[in-house]
Structures are given as structure tokens and as C-alpha cells.
């Protein structure tokens, strides 16, 4: 230990005295551990804010039942076997819980809607039921969701998206306040939570926002039950099942509209996370790119360590010789500059490190989804840093520790 604390004092002293030399030497060490760092942490914020987006969605599990034209010629002929999908499908596919967590039928129209503060306007209307927000993961800003009591005795009550709140009801609290959807009052119980996303935009988030949802008993009773723009909205109970759902749907659903293929089934969860599976492929492709791209700074920076170290053996041939010739052994000289090497490396690192904090901490708030530090990125980046001083040494060090008192005294 006294040995290892005596090279280390050594190698200070020398990284001191020049000044200059060292602080040049240490940019490419320090701006390799930067790039290794910020690229690091802006992977770990993309691929968090990806996820979340996705999340966002609501479709994580989800498969789509909805009305298909038939074309089957034998089937067409008939066709009045099958009363077409209706909302008693739901009840069916529920009996299987095994694989079906939740069951939302679901009706999407357009409707003018308005109140008094605001002229009315078109709007998309979701009448659904109290399984609506269980399988699309929605949540609110205030008040509550559509229940199946409402539901069951047709109430006139309505959740506003959060956009149209705010247009509706500008500086106001919306709830317990009353709208107009196609004519008809309704009482505002709950509003809708933003819903926002970075990478993934869609006319569905749109539309959800600037939207409303009712009771769908509500809306037949009004509007009536059109089977085109009846959907059924299935939730399996684990993601990797949902081609298992998939299979159960066609097979209770044709079972129950007599063979009929009247209805088509969409694995929207599969489709959602195959497409989140590539993105985040994508991302990892292009990690491994600017990883590689900032790596090579710091073998840049390795070989700036490498050309002083050369510098620095010959410009101490005399003190080499004169401390073997007093008794030091070869690895008390490679020891040394090894540790010189390595005592580069860990200031360069040391300054990348701040250097990459600075940055990060600098830009996160311009950054929509947060920017924290990656510690993985910390510890590899200083790692590499570390090991390219160590590699960039070995050669100066074995060179100094080879050289013969006589032959090192005697070129000076």
C-alpha cells in the first residue's frame, strides 16, 4: 500500500508540473466519458417516454370486435341467422375469464355539442359503459367515469374530454354543469385527464380530448343502436394471451351468430406492441451507433495518453536509470507509469463526468419527458475511461521498466 501511495504521489506530481500538457491530453478522455454519458441518459428518457406514449394509448391487451360486411355468398344467403354483433356478445365473451379480463361495448358517433358559454360544435361521442375506462386504462382529472348504474337506468350524465372543457367551460369548473349533445341535456360528472405524448400522436388522442362520453343505454334510447358503429372493446387478461383471446372471440362469436362471419376481430395489443418492440429495436440500433461514435473519443483520448507517456519516459531517462541503479526493480517503474497513465485517465474522466451533469441537468427542462442521469452510463462511461488509461500505459510502462540503468544513464 505504501508503494502504491508513493506512485500515486509521484504521478500527481507529474500531471501538475505540466499543466498544459496534461489538460490537453485529458479533452478526449473527458469529451468520450460526455458523449458516453448524455447518450447513455437521453436513451434511457427516449425509451421511458416511448413506453409511456404507447401506455397512453390504452390498447396494452386490447382486441377490437366490430361488424364486417358479409361476402360468402352461402353465408349471405343466411344471413337473418345472425342478429349481427349486438351488446349481448359482451356477456358471452365474459364467461371466460380465464383469458377475457373486461368487456366494453362501445358506440362512437358525432354529435353537436355545446353548452352555454360556447356555440355548439361537433364532437365525437363515445357511449360506452363502466368497463370503458378499465379497458382503455383512462383516468380523470375530476369527478368520476360513466358507471354501469348510469348504464342501466339511461342517465342523462356525460364525461367531457379534457380539451372540450376547457372550451366549454373556459375559467370554469365543468362539473355538475350542463351540456347539449344532439340536442339533448346532459349533466357533466366527470372530466377527462390530458392526454399527452411525445413521439406517438394519434387522431384517437384527438379526438378523445376534444370528445365526450355518455351511457351507451343512454345513446340508443336517444340516438338508436347502429351496428356499424358498434365495437367491442376486449381486454385479455395478460398481453402474451391475447392471441389466445383472439381465438376464443371467433370461435364464441361465430358459434352465436350462426356461422356468420359478420364480425371481424383486431389484436390492436398485439399490433401496439409489435410496433413498440420495433421502435425500441430501432432505438437500440441507433444507441449502439452514437455509443460507438462517442467511444471514439476516448480512443482518441487513449492515444493522447499513449503519445505523453512516450514523451514522459524520455524525458526521464536519467531519473529511470538513476532509480534502478539505487536498488528500485522493474515493476516499482512500470508500476509508476502505469499509474500516471491511469491517474490521466481518472481526471479526464472525473471532468467528462461534470461536463455530462452540467449538460444533463442544463437541458432537462427543455425536454418534454425529463432527463435523468443514467448511472449505467456513469459507471460504463468511467469504466471504458479507466481501461483505455490502463491500455494506453501498458506499453510506455513496460518500455521504462525494461530499459538497463546503464544503457538509460548514459543516453542522457
Not at 436513451?43 to 396494452?60: E, H, M, N, Q, T
Not at 468511467?382 to 510506455?396: D, E, I, K, R, S
Request: charged fraction near 20%.
Amino acid at each position: 500500500m505504501t508503494r502504491i501511495t508513493e506512485w500515486l504521489h509521484t504521478a500527481l506530481d507529474e500531471v501538475l508540473a505540466h499543466k498544459l500538457r496534461s489538460s490537453l491530453t485529458l479533452i478526449g478522455v473527458a469529451l468520450g466519458v460526455l458523449a458516453l454519458m448524455v447518450v447513455l441518459s437521453l436513451r434511457v428518457g427516449v425509451a421511458a417516454a416511448i413506453r409511456s406514449d404507447f401506455d397512453a394509448l390504452g390498447y396494452d391487451a386490447v382486441l377490437r370486435v366490430s361488424t364486417q360486411p358479409v361476402t360468402a355468398r352461402e353465408e349471405a344467403a343466411k344471413r337473418h341467422y345472425s342478429r349481427g354483433l349486438r351488446r349481448e356478445d359482451a356477456d358471452l365473451l365474459r364467461a371466460n375469464r380465464r383469458v377475457i379480463a373486461a368487456v366494453a361495448p362501445a358506440t362512437f358517433t358525432t354529435h353537436q355539442v355545446g353548452s352555454e358559454a360556447a356555440i355548439q360544435k361537433q364532437a365525437s361521442v363515445f357511449a360506452v359503459t363502466g368497463d370503458y375506462v378499465v379497458v382503455r386504462g383512462r383516468s380523470l382529472a375530476s369527478g368520476r367515469s360513466i358507471s354501469d348504474a348510469d348504464d342501466r337506468h339511461r342517465a342523462e350524465v356525460c364525461v367531457v374530454g379534457y380539451d372540450l372543457a376547457r372550451r366549454l367551460f373556459p375559467g370554469n369548473n365543468p362539473l355538475g354543469e350542463s351540456i347539449t349533445i344532439g340536442g339533448h341535456p346532459f349533466v357533466v360528472v366527470g372530466v377527462g385527464a390530458p392526454l399527452s405524448s411525445i413521439f406517438i400522436d394519434t387522431e384517437m388522442k384527438t379526438q378523445e380530448m376534444n370528445g365526450v362520453q355518455i351511457p351507451l343505454s343512454t345513446h340508443t334510447l336517444l340516438f338508436g343502436h347502429s351496428t356499424l358503429n358498434f365495437t367491442l372493446l376486449v381486454k385479455a387478461t395478460d398481453p402474451n394471451r391475447t392471441r389466445e383471446a383472439e381465438s376464443y372471440i371467433r370461435r364464441r362469436l361465430l358459434f352465436a351468430h350462426g356461422g356468420i362471419h359478420d364480425f371481424t376481430v383486431t389484436n390492436v395489443g398485439g399490433e401496439i406492441l409489435r410496433e413498440k418492440v420495433e421502435v425500441l429495436k430501432l432505438l437500440r440500433n441507433w444507441t449502439i451507433v452514437f455509443i460507438t461514435i462517442a467511444g471514439v473519443s476516448l480512443v482518441l483520448g487513449g492515444v493522447g495518453i499513449f503519445s505523453v507517456l512516450q514523451i514522459a519516459v524520455a524525458e526521464r531517462l536519467y531519473e529511470i536509470g538513476l532509480r534502478k541503479s539505487v536498488g528500485a526493480d522493474d515493476r516499482d517503474i512500470f508500476g509508476q507509469f502505469l499509474i500516471e497513465s491511469l491517474t490521466l485517465a481518472a481526471f479526464g474522466a472525473g471532468a467528462g463526468s461534470l461536463l455530462a451533469l452540467a449538460v444533463i441537468y442544463g437541458t432537462a427542462r427543455y425536454y418534454p419527458a425529463g432527463l435523468s442521469v443514467s448511472f449505467a452510463g456513469l459507471l460504463v462511461s468511467n469504466a471504458f475511461a479507466l481501461a483505455t488509461g490502463v491500455l494506453a500505459g501498458l506499453y510506455p510502462a513496460a518500455k521504462a521498466a525494461g530499459l538497463e540503468p546503464v544503457d538509460a544513464l548514459r543516453s542522457v
